[in-house]
């Protein structure tokens, strides 16, 4: 998975695998740390919050994904995987990667490539 204004240079750390729970839920793994999950760290009904990598699953909302319509949205309070605006170098490259509320412009939108090949 990639942003679309980002150019993939296929490293581990920016090839992402989906990892169905007993609850038939989806959580979002970086190949290079495939024990790690996506976590979304949000106050309470904050409408930003920053993703990081957590060491385990713990089967809260805030590390449950899906995608719809090239969104990446958290079950919690659905808010979209985001890169945000203004941050980052020309193109985007290294830019603040957080969620926020729907707001349907670019930085909320990510190319989904599914790969032939296994991830190990």
């Not at 729970?21 to 760290?41: E, G, I, N």
Request: charged share 20%; proline share 3%.
């Amino acid at each position: 998975m990639m942003p679309l204004s980002n150019t993939n240079n296929a490293e581990d750390s920016q090839l992402w695998f989906w990892e169905r729970d007993l609850d038939d839920q989806f959580y979002l793994k970086s190949k290079a740390y495939p024990t790690k999950t996506l976590d979304l760290s949000c106050q309470e009904q904050s409408s930003w919050g920053q993703v990081s990598l957590y060491h385990i699953p713990h089967g809260g909302d805030n590390q449950k994904w899906k995608i719809v319509d090239g969104n990446v949205i958290c079950k919690y309070q659905d808010l979209r995987l985001d890169i945000a605006m203004g941050s980052g170098g020309p193109g985007g490259v290294g830019a603040n990667v957080g969620c926020c509320k729907n707001n349907d412009e670019m930085n909320q939108q990510w190319e989904i490539l599914v790969s032939s090949k296994h991830v190990s």
